[in-house]
């Protein structure tokens, strides 16, 4: 079994990570406004992409992503985002409190994250209204069905609500399993960020890592046509549990 890095490593890493978040801070303020949609779609990506790498995570993904598909996906940590953002370009739904996280929360807003207020009745009907516009336009929007975080060794019940918007759409949906491995290629919690972890525990919780690996497997689109919400939803559930449970070790 690895050991965690080394304080100065962990700390280097972390200088490291400060150094490319004023970066992504200077792109949206100096080129986002003057920069076209695919522009910063790639600027996007690559600074993601870069993120992912700086933290030590190596993603390696299984299956293809559609264009202008909802993708519903297991939750596990805040870094999913851009593991998912490193592989594919999509408008993310996310808690309205990630929008108060400092420097994550400002990035965020201005990365075409969706912010969700719950149990506002009148927010949600603007909210699947502005999904269904997106993916009418041909964007992706990826979405945690769970509605909370897990160990990543477990799943939540998907909420069915959540779907509707690709229904009324038309667009289809896709199931998205993320599990992370350490550096002995065993399943691993150091990425999770959930119960009372802030942040920045989580944040160090990654970096004292080695190595962590994001396994991405992307299911086979799915359409929505007439399809019942309940029972989509219950299919999505089922594909990524299928995945999350495949290689745990017995109990």
């Known amino acids: 079994m690895?050991?965690?890095?080394?304080?100065?490593?962990?700390a280097?890493?972390?200088?490291?990570?400060?150094?490319?978040?004023?970066i992504g801070l200077a792109t949206i303020v100096l080129c986002f406004p003057f920069a076209d949609a695919p522009t910063r779609a790639r600027l996007r990506q690559r600074w993601s992409r870069r993120l992912v790498a700086l933290c030590g995570?190596?993603?390696?993904?299984?299956?293809e992503f559609a264009s202008g598909a909802l993708l519903a996906l297991n939750h596990v940590s805040w870094i999913d985002v851009f593991v998912v953002l490193s592989q594919t370009d999509a408008a993310f739904i996310a808690k309205a409190e990630v929008r108060r996280w400092p420097i994550i929360g400002w990035l965020a807003a201005r990365n075409e994250t969706i912010f969700l207020r719950r149990?506002?009745?009148?927010?949600?009907?603007?909210?699947?209204?502005?999904?269904?516009?997106?993916?009418r336009q041909g964007q992706s929007v990826a979405l945690f069905p769970e509605g909370t975080t897990t160990d990543g060794l477990s799943l939540?019940?998907?909420?069915?609500?959540?779907?509707?918007?690709?229904?009324?759409?038309?667009?289809?949906v896709q199931a998205v399993a993320i599990r992370y491995y350490d550096a002995d290629g065993q399943r691993t919690r150091a990425a999770a960020f959930y119960g009372q972890m802030t942040l920045m525990q989580s944040l160090v919780r990654i970096v004292r890592e080695p190595r962590l690996r994001a396994r991405l497997d992307v299911s086979e689109p799915l359409p929505t046509q007439g399809a019942d919400r309940k029972a989509l939803t219950r299919a999505l559930e089922a594909w990524v549990r299928e995945r999350i449970e495949e290689d745990l070790p017995s109990p």
């Open 2 to 10: 690895l050991r965690s890095v080394p304080r100065p490593i962990r």
């Open 12 to 22: 280097l890493r972390l200088a490291r990570l400060a150094l490319h978040l004023a």
């Open 57 to 63: 995570i190596e993603v390696e993904r299984h299956g």
């Open 119 to 135: 149990g506002s009745r009148g927010h949600a009907a603007v909210l699947a209204r502005e999904l269904v516009s997106h993916l």
């Open 156 to 172: 939540h019940p998907f909420h069915a609500a959540l779907l509707q918007p690709a229904i009324d759409a038309g667009a289809p």
